[in-house]
């Protein structure tokens, strides 16, 4: 099971940090991602981490602005999300697969067709 938490309402230019916590199992062999849905738009990847530390991967509206880390001791992953636009508001949820063979933008599509997800958090930037 895979719990996103740390949403919220912020102001443009603001920061949150989004946690992604597995139970029944160790997000050190699975790669995580995250993924955002606004309303009336198609969910996204937004960015993921792979499999034991590998690499990470960022969408291009995100980079320099998000980073994705993992803290094996708390069994968790994070999204921190910096200098926040009303762009990014929208449900954002986490998601797993223990598949290694892949890499990149192509975990996404392998996530949503095979992966394990959270419930989502709702992110608001709004002034």
């Known amino acids: 099971q895979l719990v996103e938490s740390g949403g919220g309402l912020v102001q443009p230019g603001g920061s949150l940090s989004l946690s992604c916590a597995a139970s029944g199992f160790s997000l050190d062999y699975y790669t995580i991602g995250w993924f955002r849905q606004a309303p009336g738009k198609e969910r996204e990847g937004v960015s993921n981490?792979?499999?034991?530390?590998?690499?990470?991967h960022y969408t291009d509206s995100v980079k320099g602005r998000f980073t994705i880390s993992r803290d094996g001791a708390r069994n968790t992953v994070y999204l921190q999300m910096n200098s926040l636009k009303p762009e990014d508001t929208a449900v954002y949820y986490c998601?797993?697969?223990?598949?290694?063979?892949?890499?990149?933008?192509?975990?996404?599509?392998?996530?949503?067709?095979?992966?394990?997800w959270g419930q989502g958090t709702q992110v608001t930037v709004s002034s």
């Open positions: 998601a797993a697969t223990d598949d290694p063979y892949y890499s990149g933008s192509a975990y996404y599509t392998l996530l949503t067709t095979e992966g394990v």
């Open positions: 981490i792979k499999i034991n530390g590998g690499s990470a």
